[in-house]
Nanobody, 120 residues
């Protein structure tokens, strides 16, 4: 059974940093990419960042570019999101997701989320 477990969320002040982790287990497939998404209260879930498992090509939402960094540890099947210069508008539940190889652009598995709250 595939499990994605996020950790590292919390309550911080504007300008602070947090590092989120997402560990994947129970995988029976090769990973094509992993991504981070977030959902703020009353809003739809939005893309934050993604990373290719081979080659580590990354892509970011404009709203976090230059402040957030996604990275991965292939050996641990873990993806990280380093979040610097946090703003109150970054407050959301953050989810990680995995796209298996051959899944044609679809994130098939999702974690349960970790809350990030940024106070002004």
């Amino acid at each position: 059974q595939v499990q994605l477990v996020e950790s590292g969320g919390g309550l911080v002040q504007a300008g602070d940093s947090l590092r989120l982790s997402c560990a994947a287990s129970g995988l029976t497939f090769s990973i094509f990419r992993m991504g981070w998404f977030r959902q703020a209260p009353g809003k739809e879930r939005e893309f934050v960042a993604q990373i290719r498992w081979s080659g580590a090509l990354t892509y970011y939402a404009d709203s976090v570019k230059g402040r957030f960094t996604i990275s991965r540890d292939n050996a641990k099947n873990t993806v990280y999101l380093q979040m610097n210069s946090l703003k109150p508008e970054d407050t959301a539940v953050y989810y990680c997701a995995v796209e298996p190889m051959g899944s044609m652009g679809k994130y098939d598995y999702w974690g349960q989320g970790t809350q990030v709250t940024v106070s002004s």
